[in-house]
């Protein structure tokens, strides 16, 4: 964009061009503008909240994705800590540490990323803040959602002899970061699974969470774990790539436990989960290879559950 | 402390101590620990959302601070906003970015003051994100309350007429920066107010913002501002001194409007209110000197009322 344009509108008219993105939503009594924004309640539903950092360099590079991409992202992987819980979202706040070389033109196609986003999974913007940084990008995002009142899924929910599922494929995002990272071409497919963030801790810490408020462990068979037909290809050439499914993170999928045993086999139901693998009691996590022997993971992911 | 100590503390450790800070809520049905924090909804309420973000350099020096008056701080500022409109502080939420030098002692520190200055106001910590940061100290904040439903006090209910209130005194805290900056030692009482935040956009603007919600103007009377004895002593030799009480920011006091003009005349209703002006037809912000003059304030604040 042209340099003249750059970081001519004030914080005011930021802040109104913002509210004419805005939608109306019936819960909300009063979104930007003021000191807070006002919500109705209802004794039915419990309120679900969740807030996430990401930070220049740490969560996301700017090179690798447009302004616009990183806003829909921030908004859903904050969204995605609501449907963990079995909720639906409702409303986002937005706070943006603007650097001087984002021009105004980049804050709008980023905001207009998230509130699409948002839009997408029935979440209006509903307040926020803006100020300058000179770290880089920060972007913080809380989020509030619904969900029926008793209802919200917790981790601490996991039983012995529960079923553990997890939707989509995992891996594909580490892969394709690994592959950037080394100067590899990435293909369209895993490219499009590559979410520049690195938020989700991967499948063996995030069930480490699950399995250590629940006080009892589980044991995945390593071939039940869904990868994408990309994926097996590359395996072909590097086994050991199997960590990146296992530890990578960045896979913005679910994974619950359930103590039904045949979800997978009910696509109509629930499409497309896996099941891979069951609860047990003994307080560890077991990585089944599939000639019975236990696999040790080489990286990261383990940190989380002690 | 030790360099030894520093940062030995797992993500997952230092969100268990955490835990054990927090108190009970009664409307808190799950915190800390989970994806989400889940609340009780009471149809008789709604519910006041807020976030800001705090970075360093840009809001406050690591170095004219504690780590736990900044959490402190951090979590006043938040708060004000829902006294503001009326509300009372249920749950706060906490995202920090977390730069490398930051001891694993002082982000305890920022966090007992933050959770300190919560339960003070009734607001229990109900959940947050930790990360590193390579650009500084960065804080995010939001916070949720509730007030009586339909009866939040939004910024556009001013109306032609109303007497114009302010809690406290002004300009305390922006004198304070500015003896700092130029070296000069400061008093217990001045360095008290002083917040090292800047959040707030000091009277003029925070008027400003009022004014424009509500389609009308207003006329300050200089003589009417409440100052402290420090700020009149300093007066005393720089008489433009009161652009700081006018627009330094950083005053963390309350500003409403009431069409009632007596309300500074009962302090046993409401103690410590200053009634320093009125609410006029025409929409723009006038400051009126003892002399009848108008006056001009030399220093920013204008900027976000247009």
Redesign the interface.
């Given at each position: 964009m042209c340099a003249d344009e750059t970081n001519k509108l004030?914080?005011?008219e930021l802040i109104s061009w913002i509210e004419q993105q805005t939608g109306k939503s019936e819960l909300l009594?009063?979104g930007i503008?003021?000191?807070?924004?006002?919500?109705?309640?209802?004794?039915?539903?419990?309120?679900?909240?969740?807030?996430?950092?990401l930070?220049?360099?740490?969560?996301f590079k700017r090179q690798w994705t447009t302004l616009y991409n990183l806003g829909r992202k921030a908004a859903a992987v904050n969204i995605s800590?609501?449907a963990?819980?079995g909720?639906v979202p409702v409303?986002l706040?937005?706070?943006?540490?603007r650097p001087q070389e984002i021009s105004d033109l980049d804050m709008k196609e980023f905001i207009a990323g998230f509130i699409y986003e948002g839009q997408l999974h029935g979440a209006e913007l509903?307040?926020?803040?803006?100020?300058?940084?000179?770290?880089?990008l920060?972007i913080?995002v809380?989020v509030?959602?619904?969900?029926a009142?008793g209802e919200?899924i917790?981790?601490?929910g996991a039983s012995f002899g529960d079923a553990i599922y997890v939707s989509g494929t995992l891996g594909d995002s580490a892969l394709a970061l690994k592959k950037l990272l080394a100067g590899e071409s990435v293909d369209k497919y895993l490219s499009g699974r590559f979410h520049l963030l690195d938020l989700s801790d991967g499948l063996v810490s995030d069930l480490g969470h699950i399995l250590k408020?629940s006080g009892i462990g589980a044991e995945i068979e390593l071939d039940s774990i869904p990868l994408s037909q990309e994926f097996r290809q590359a395996m072909e050439d590097d086994a050991t790539l199997i960590d990146l499914a296992l530890a990578g993170g960045e896979d913005y999928e679910l994974i619950f436990t359930s103590p039904l045993k045949d979800l997978a086999d009910q696509p109509e139901l629930l499409p497309g989960i896996s099941r891979i693998g069951a609860v047990c009691q003994q307080q560890e996590l077991r990585l089944r290879q599939a000639d019975g022997k236990l696999y040790q993971c080489q990286s990261g992911g383990f940190?989380?559950?002690?």
């Open positions: 004030s914080e005011f009594s009063l503008g003021d000191d807070c924004a006002i919500q109705r309640q209802n004794t039915d539903w419990d309120l679900l909240t969740s807030t996430d950092l930070i220049e360099d740490i969560h800590d609501i963990a819980m909720g409303t706040y937005l706070g943006i540490g509903a307040g926020g803040d803006t100020c300058a940084s000179k770290g880089g920060m913080s809380t509030q959602g619904q969900v009142h919200a917790c981790r601490k408020a940190d989380h559950f002690d």
